[in-house]
């Protein structure tokens, strides 16, 4: 059963590069551990595109970033010296912990045009790893564990589920699914953790019984059987978790501590972050500070 239906809201980044914003949303802030979902594109970037689609460096702190790309390319820089192009397939999980900064810059696209489209998800850390080191890691398409059914093409993202288990490390019980569904392609969703949900990212598909277009997520009631049948060629994220508790956020943080929140937002405003090396040049003021018409990252 479906306990209720998000649908995605347009938000600028900054520049002018969009994004549908899915998580959080007021009447539901998270899924299991996840408390943040935006769906990037599609797009498409011709050659040329200017600098201010880019992603600048930004700070986070209390969750892990999850970037997974259907089409592109991103480059992603971070304080503890990491540079990666991100490309279809391939996950960059980045946990904050205590700091971290970096930057999502479209130099792909610059150079040869691109059609983006992608997702990007938060996931909160439990409070006894909040304040953990921070870390990246880079995970190609030949390293996800990957499944296949009829008309459908299943990829582990993160956590577990369905037999399966992922190599990305993760803080807290999980499962992150990208399924490629064609018309009359059915797929069960797992009943092994109490908050779960849906998301099309493109095509349609019925869920529960109820249709979805592209742009819904549908949050599952708890301990309910649900199946996914796509009515057409369908690109369908599935997530949920544990839940960590409440958390707080603002722009970019999450703590479950509101006081924490205050000490990275003077943290960053008295620029005492580390930016990322090689794309130390610039930065996102803190929200509150920056000056009218200059978009935050998130």
């Known amino acids: ?21 899915v998580l959080p949303f007021a009447r539901r802030r998270m899924i299991g ?16 595109i200017p600098d201010r689609l880019d992603v600048r460096p930004h700070p986070h702190i209390g969750l892990s970033t999850v970037t997974y790309l259907f089409s592109g390319a991103l480059t992603h820089r971070d304080s503890l010296g990491f540079h990666q192009e ?11 912990g205590s700091g971290i900064t970096h930057s999502e ?4 696209a610059r150079a040869h045009g691109a059609h983006m489209h992608g997702i990007q998800a938060w996931v909160a850390l439990p409070v006894e790893h909040e304040e953990t080191a ?36 993760t803080h807290s019980p999980l499962f992150y699914q990208h399924l490629e569904m064609e018309p009359g392609a059915r797929h069960l969703v ?9 998301y099309v990212a493109s095509g349609q598909a019925e869920v529960a019984g109820q249709v ?10 708890p301990a309910s059987a649900a ?7 369908s690109i369908i994220m599935v997530l949920g978790g544990e839940p960590v508790g409440e958390r707080f956020m603002f722009w970019n943080f999450v703590s479950s501590s509101k006081e924490r929140l205050e000490q990275a937002k003077e943290d960053w405003r008295q620029q005492r972050m580390k930016l990322p090396v090689g794309d130390d040049l610039e930065f996102i003021p803190l929200p509150e500070d920056k000056p009218a018409g200059t978009g935050a990252s998130k």
């Open 105 to 108: 810059r479209l130099e792909y």
């Open 86 to 96: 991100i490309r279809p397939g391939e996950v960059n999980w980045m946990v904050a």
């Open 190 to 198: 797992t009943m092994a953790y109490p908050e779960r949900a849906v």
């Open 33 to 48: 551990p996840f408390i943040f979902f935006d769906q990037m594109g599609p797009l498409d970037l011709a050659p040329g």
């Open 227 to 233: 199946d996914i049948q796509a009515l057409e060629p």
């Open 212 to 221: 979805l277009n592209a742009g819904q997520m549908a949050v599952l009631t």
């Open 1 to 21: 059963m479906i306990e209720l239906v998000i649908d995605k809201r347009i938000r600028d980044l900054g520049g002018g590069f969009e994004v549908g914003r």
């Open 134 to 169: 921070p870390a990246f890691y880079h995970h190609e398409g030949a390293d996800l564990q990957e499944w296949q059914d009829a008309g459908l093409r299943g990829r582990l993202i993160a956590g577990a589920a369905d037999s399966l288990a992922a190599g990305v490390p």
